[in-house]
């Protein structure tokens, strides 16, 4: 699978299952329900974005920002990520963390959100029940090429779901950081880390 396709499912995965709930339904609705009325919605905003499809980051980034970080769990994704150095972090350090890896992983994939083209979203049979307070979603991307399953991992927020891992081509993104994130912070302590992420997320953004 080539580069291109592989940033846009991990984009797809992080951006386009994660719209307000109060944007679609005054009710509760169950998480399959919900991912797949979202990524349907959002993968018609972006096809009918020129500025998006052109390739506009600060416009992809801030849709990004406005519709999709308020519904992912990013202090539980962190830190998993970070793993048993979390408990280790003073308060300082864990904001400083969950900044900069929320800003690596909006960096990483928003750009890929100019892939979009003729994909769909079909949802697989649920094994879990929705009233469950943590389950998994699996969906299936469908377009060119073969199909290509993407999960999401939920858990019950009040009346709402949120998101707190994806596994995009069999890897779940927070186990696949963590690997990476425990090298630097053994080699180099959590400062360490924070430091590494601020340098990649400035690069980054000096390419856009």
Known sequence: MNLNRRRWIGALALSLGLLPLAALHAEPVAPDALIKQVSDDVID???????????????????????????VNF???????????????????????????????????????TQVKDQTV????????????????????????DPIQLDYRLEKVGEGWKIYDVNVLGVWLVENYRNSFAQEISANGIDGLIAKLAERNKAAAAKS
């Open 45 to 71: 905003a972006v096809k009918a974005d020129k500025a998006i499809q052109a390739g506009d980051v600060k416009r992809i980034v801030a849709l990004v920002d406005a519709k999709v970080l308020p519904h």
């Open 75 to 113: 202090e539980r994704m962190t830190a998993s990520a970070v793993g048993r150095y979390w408990r280790q972090a003073t308060p300082d350090q864990k904001q400083r963390l969950q900044a900069e890896f929320k800003q690596l992983l909006v960096r990483t994939y928003s750009g890929a959100l």
């Open 122 to 145: 079909e949802l697989k049979a649920m094994r879990g029940k929705p009233e469950d307070p943590e389950v998994i979603v699996r969906t299936e991307v469908r377009g060119r090429g």
